[in-house]
């Protein structure tokens, strides 16, 4: 029997054959994610977390700070052993230490499956239970979540559906993508992607006689298709690069004055910017050629212009600035809210960009209000747990890191998304307890004190959807739980059970009396605007439903132009802040500017990572895949190097190569290749982090996150800035280690 199913990366169906889980793409989606093919290893894989596991330590002693997290063996234990302990771990923080000493951020992107999306169920549970310490903001765009609400408006509002495929496809002529839109990251979109248009629209634009100009260090951030200008400025000096053409835009009369005046605020202050920071000055900073900046910035001032800026750029040390330094390059063009014009934001990073919204809401699993305020920018997690009690600086306020005694993470991998990755170690070793809800042993798994088995989608029935994509998705469960792996909601209603709430944590529905009361409010939306509205049975019975598109009208951006004012403190375009001016910030100022890194690359580490998003997975998830396995050589993820910087070091195309810096250390193969700027590697992240030895961090495997740099963006944002670090490689001397990531730890 074939059964509907979806993930992040795009719907399917699935059935056995021969033994084997069979994954077929959804026959309506026209460039489907090779990442479907991850899918079938998911189910019964030897990686998969059986039974519940307990490190030795923390069973046998008791909680406590310690040192031993991720190096010691697990005890197996009974379900109803282990959660009466936990339960009886979560009322002594909560009584000792009160409600902010759990912090429950728990970052990740979880599963497809609107019921039993972990975060949901986690900030539930935790709320329901007293509340706790919860996380603000994304990995992914930190410094844009923070800076646009200032800049240019609601965050949602002015970055998804504003501008579309469909426009770009019918009415731009030159693209000018900051970062790429790279088509292995649009097969991502959270919730589900059903249909992967990006390919298509593009091809359509360049066959109409659009021109695409890429900025990025890897030629394969726009695909082959397009033909596009390929410029490759040092990484992190877009921000430079983007003033340099506002200049000559300037200088040559090439702005416009009547959009500038009429519909943003901050002109003069970021004109009084500009001077002498001319497309020379830019030259010097970014290494592209002045004539050839000069050349650029008359083009984009002929024809129908779009600025797009990715979400990489901003995922680095001062990321608020080629954002805020974009937006202000595409209102001096003045096309903001035509279509297919002006600035887009993360358009081409993931899947859920650049579509029209859907005209009626999805079904979704409401989330409850935290009862305690007390929050930190996502990112600082480390930062919380080493300086309890100490101040810091964020959009603006001064907060103060709260003294965390439990951390409890369901969804998420911070071994595999937070930076360096040896003090994430150092900061967990001071907790009391760990908990870690997953699949699979992960490196952070294999950190935690207390890891509960969870099911993944496979194993339970759920809803798939998003806000943009059109197809709704009954996603079905091909295979009986793995082991003794039960649902996540399972286990927060088991333990709501022992504190005393689990009335009201499940409200006395079982899961499919959630998912037919999650339907019910879309299908009552279809029915009262007049669109077909199947019942639930319905529903489940065909598999799937269609929702039909909302209006691709350009959104908020649009009816700027029409004199609606934006959410921004003048209800214009920011071209300069007096809010954010007021802030006070060395390292974020109140119009966009080029602000140095701190840690450039020297003599001893002369080299930029990129560590960007892999191609063959989602993040670390799947790993052990088959589209991610083949990826590898010889098990280990690949970086790719410039023939010359190759040369220089005696590395050879698919040798084993150790990338180092003041940080850590890890090991990767090279791909020597000049689709990467030279002065520049590229190792993506998600490979599973697999120290050496219990005293040797290095990690054979290949994550990045070993040697990223664990520093805010600026004090206004706070941001993620994992996607750039200096480092050096060399060849590997000897005979490299057998990479055995994918597997339990010592079960006793
Ligand atoms: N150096 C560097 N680091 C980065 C980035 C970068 O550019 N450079 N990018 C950052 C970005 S943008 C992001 S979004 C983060 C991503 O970081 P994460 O979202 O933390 O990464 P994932 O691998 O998706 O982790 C999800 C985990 O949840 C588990 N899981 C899946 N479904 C379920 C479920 O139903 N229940 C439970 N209990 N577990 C489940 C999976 O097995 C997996 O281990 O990484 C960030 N890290
Ligand atoms: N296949 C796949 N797709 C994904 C994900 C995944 O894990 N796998 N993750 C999803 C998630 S959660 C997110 S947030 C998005 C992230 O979307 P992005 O952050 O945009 O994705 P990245 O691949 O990290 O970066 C895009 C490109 O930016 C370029 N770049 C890096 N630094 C610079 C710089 O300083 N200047 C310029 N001009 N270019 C630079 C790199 O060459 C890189 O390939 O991706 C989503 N899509
Ligand atoms: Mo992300």
């Given at each position: 029997?074939?059964?509907?199913?979806?993930?992040?990366?795009?719907?399917?169906?699935?059935?056995?054959?021969?033994?084997?889980?069979?994954?077929?793409?959804?026959?309506?989606?026209?460039?489907?994610?090779?990442?479907?093919?991850?899918?079938?290893?998911?189910?019964?894989?030897?990686?998969?977390?059986?039974?519940?596991?307990?490190?030795?330590?923390?069973?046998?002693?008791?909680?406590?700070?310690?040192?031993?997290?991720g190096?010691?063996?697990?005890?197996?234990?009974?379900?109803?052993?282990?959660?009466?302990?936990?339960?009886?771990?979560?009322?002594?923080?909560?009584?000792?230490?009160?409600?902010?000493?759990?912090?429950?951020?728990?970052?990740?992107?979880?599963?497809?499956?609107?019921?039993?999306?972990?975060?949901?169920?986690?900030?539930?549970?935790?709320?329901m239970?007293?509340?706790?310490?919860?996380?603000?903001?994304?990995?992914?765009?930190?410094?844009?979540?923070?800076?646009?609400?200032?800049?240019?408006?609601?965050?949602?509002?002015?970055?998804?559906?504003?501008?579309?495929?469909?426009?770009?496809?019918?009415?731009?002529?030159?693209?000018?993508?900051?970062?790429?839109?790279?088509?292995?990251?649009?097969?991502?979109?959270?919730?589900?992607?059903?249909?992967?248009?990006e390919?298509?629209?593009?091809?359509?634009?360049?066959?109409?006689?659009?021109?695409f100009?890429?900025?990025?260090?890897?030629?394969?951030?726009?695909?082959?298709?397009?033909?596009?200008?390929?410029?490759?400025?040092?990484?992190?000096?877009?921000?430079?690069?983007?003033?340099?053409?506002?200049?000559?835009?300037?200088?040559?009369?090439?702005?416009?004055?009547a959009?500038?005046?009429?519909?943003?605020?901050?002109?003069?202050?970021?004109?009084a910017y500009?001077?002498?920071?001319?497309?020379?000055?830019?030259?010097?900073?970014?290494?592209?050629?002045a004539?050839?900046?000069?050349?650029?910035?008359?083009?984009?001032?002929?024809?129908?212009?779009?600025?797009?800026?990715?979400?990489?750029?901003?995922?680095?040390?001062?990321?608020?600035?080629?954002?805020?330094?974009g937006?202000?390059?595409?209102?001096?063009?003045?096309?903001?809210?035509?279509?297919?014009?002006?600035?887009?934001?993360?358009?081409?990073s993931?899947?859920?960009?650049g579509?029209?919204?859907?005209?009626?809401?999805?079904?979704?699993?409401?989330?409850?209000?935290?009862?305690?305020?007390?929050?930190?920018?996502?990112?600082?997690?480390?930062?919380?747990?080493?300086?309890?009690?100490?101040?810091?600086?964020?959009?603006?306020?001064?907060?103060t890191?709260?003294?965390?005694?439990?951390?409890?993470?369901?969804?998420?991998?911070?071994f595999?998304?937070?930076?360096d990755?040896?003090?994430l170690?150092?900061?967990?070793?001071?907790?009391?307890?760990?908990?870690?809800?997953?699949?699979?042993?992960?490196?952070?798994?294999?950190?935690?004190?207390?890891?509960?088995?969870?099911?993944?989608?496979?194993?339970?029935?759920d809803?798939?959807?998003?806000?943009t994509?059109?197809?709704?998705?009954?996603?079905?469960?091909?295979?009986?739980?793995?082991?003794?792996?039960?649902?996540?909601?399972?286990?927060?209603?088991?333990?709501?059970?022992?504190?005393?709430?689990?009335?009201?944590?499940?409200?006395?529905?079982?899961?499919?009396?959630?998912?037919?009361?999650?339907?019910?409010?879309?299908?009552?939306?279809?029915?009262?605007?007049?669109f077909?509205?199947?019942?639930?049975?319905?529903?489940?019975?065909?598999?799937?439903?269609?929702l039909?598109?909302?209006?691709?009208?350009?959104?908020?951006?649009?009816?700027?132009?029409?004199?609606?004012?934006?959410?921004?403190?003048?209800?214009?375009?920011?071209?300069?802040?007096?809010?954010?001016?007021?802030?006070?910030?060395?390292?974020?100022?109140?119009?966009?500017?080029?602000?140095?890194?701190?840690?450039p690359?020297?003599?001893?580490?002369?080299?930029?990572?990129?560590?960007?998003?892999?191609?063959?997975r989602?993040?670390?998830?799947?790993?052990?895949?088959?589209?991610?396995?083949?990826?590898?050589?010889?098990?280990?993820?690949?970086?790719?190097?410039?023939?010359?910087?190759?040369?220089?070091?005696?590395?050879?195309?698919?040798a084993?190569?150790?990338?180092?810096?003041?940080?850590?250390?890890?090991?990767?193969?090279?791909?020597?290749?000049?689709?990467?700027?030279?002065?520049?590697?590229?190792?993506?992240?998600?490979?599973?982090?697999?120290?050496?030895?219990?005293?040797?961090?290095?990690?054979?495997?290949?994550?990045?996150n070993?040697?990223t740099r664990?520093?805010?963006?600026?004090?206004?944002?706070?941001?993620?800035?994992?996607?750039?670090?200096?480092?050096?490689?060399?060849?590997?001397?000897?005979?490299?280690?057998?990479?055995?990531?994918?597997r339990?730890?010592?079960?006793?």
């Amino acid at each position: 029997m074939t059964l509907s199913h979806s993930a992040h990366w795009g719907a399917f169906s699935a059935d056995w054959a021969d033994g084997e889980l069979r994954v077929t793409p959804h026959p309506r989606d026209p460039d489907p994610s090779p990442v479907l093919h991850n899918v079938p290893a998911a189910v019964r894989n030897a990686v998969r977390v059986a039974r519940p596991a307990v490190r030795r330590g923390w069973w046998e002693k008791g909680p406590g700070p310690t040192d031993r997290r991720g190096r010691e063996d697990f005890v197996e234990v009974g379900w109803a052993e282990v959660l009466d302990r936990l339960a009886a771990e979560l009322r002594r923080v909560h009584t000792d230490h009160g409600p902010t000493a759990v912090y429950g951020g728990s970052y990740g992107w979880a599963s497809a499956g609107r019921f039993h999306h972990a975060q949901s169920q986690i900030h539930r549970f935790l709320g329901m239970a007293g509340g706790y310490t919860q996380s603000v903001n994304t990995y992914s765009g930190g410094a844009a979540e923070v800076l646009i609400p200032h800049v240019l408006g609601q965050f949602d509002a002015v970055t998804r559906s504003v501008v579309t495929w469909d426009q770009i496809a019918a009415h731009t002529d030159t693209v000018l993508a900051f970062g790429g839109m790279a088509l292995k990251n649009s097969q991502i979109g959270p919730g589900g992607v059903s249909r992967h248009v990006e390919r298509a629209a593009m091809v359509a634009a360049r066959g109409r006689g659009a021109e695409f100009v890429l900025v990025s260090p890897l030629r394969p951030d726009l695909p082959p298709e397009v033909g596009a200008r390929w410029l490759a400025p040092e990484p992190g000096t877009d921000a430079a690069l983007m003033i340099g053409l506002a200049h000559t835009l300037m200088v040559e009369d090439l702005h416009d004055e009547a959009f500038l005046r009429e519909h943003c605020a901050g002109w003069e202050t970021y004109a009084a910017y500009l001077q002498g920071r001319d497309a020379v000055w830019a030259a010097e900073i970014c290494g592209i050629p002045a004539e050839e900046i000069r050349a650029l910035a008359r083009r984009l001032a002929r024809g129908r212009t779009l600025v797009t800026v990715s979400q990489s750029l901003q995922r680095a040390e001062h990321g608020e600035q080629p954002v805020w330094a974009g937006l202000a390059l595409a209102a001096m063009l003045g096309q903001i809210g035509l279509p297919g014009g002006g600035f887009c934001y993360g358009l081409g990073s993931l899947g859920h960009y650049g579509r029209p919204r859907n005209a009626v809401p999805v079904p979704t699993f409401a989330r409850r209000p935290n009862p305690v305020r007390s929050y930190i920018p996502v990112a600082r997690v480390a930062d919380m747990l080493l300086h309890p009690g100490e101040p810091f600086s964020y959009d603006g306020s001064r907060l103060t890191y709260p003294d965390v005694r439990l951390v409890y993470w369901c969804g998420g991998n911070p071994f595999h998304h937070h930076q360096d990755l040896a003090r994430l170690q150092r900061a967990l070793g001071r907790v009391d307890t760990f908990v870690v809800h997953e699949s699979v042993w992960t490196a952070t798994a294999r950190h935690a004190d207390v890891v509960l088995p969870a099911t993944t989608t496979l194993e339970r029935e759920d809803i798939g959807a998003g806000g943009t994509d059109p197809l709704v998705v009954a996603m079905k469960p091909v295979a009986e739980p793995f082991a003794e792996a039960r649902d996540d909601h399972a286990i927060f209603a088991a333990l709501a059970a022992r504190l005393g709430f689990e009335e009201r944590f499940t409200e006395g529905r079982t899961p499919r009396e959630w998912l037919v009361r999650m339907w019910e409010r879309t299908e009552k939306a279809l029915a009262d605007r007049g669109f077909p509205a199947p019942s639930f049975e319905e529903f489940w019975a065909a598999g799937e439903h269609e929702l039909p598109p909302g209006p691709d009208d350009g959104g908020v951006l649009a009816a700027l132009r029409t004199g609606a004012p934006l959410h921004t403190e003048s209800g214009k375009v920011q071209l300069a802040s007096e809010v954010i001016a007021s802030f006070g910030y060395a390292d974020c100022p109140g119009h966009p500017a080029w602000l140095p890194p701190s840690e450039p690359p020297s003599a001893e580490f002369p080299l930029w990572l990129v560590s960007n998003q892999p191609a063959t997975r989602l993040h670390s998830q799947l790993d052990f895949g088959a589209t991610s396995a083949a990826g590898k050589i010889d098990g280990r993820e690949v970086m790719r190097i410039h023939p010359q910087d190759a040369e220089a070091r005696g590395i050879a195309d698919g040798a084993v190569v150790r990338l180092h810096n003041d940080r850590g250390a890890c090991l990767a193969a090279a791909r020597v290749t000049d689709e990467v700027r030279a002065g520049v590697v590229q190792l993506p992240t998600g490979a599973w982090y697999t120290p050496a030895t219990e005293t040797d961090p290095t990690c054979v495997h290949g994550n990045p996150n070993v040697l990223t740099r664990d520093v805010g963006s600026s004090r206004l944002a706070q941001g993620c800035t994992g996607q750039l670090t200096r480092v050096q490689v060399e060849a590997y001397r000897g005979s490299p280690p057998v990479v055995v990531a994918h597997r339990p730890p010592p079960l006793g």
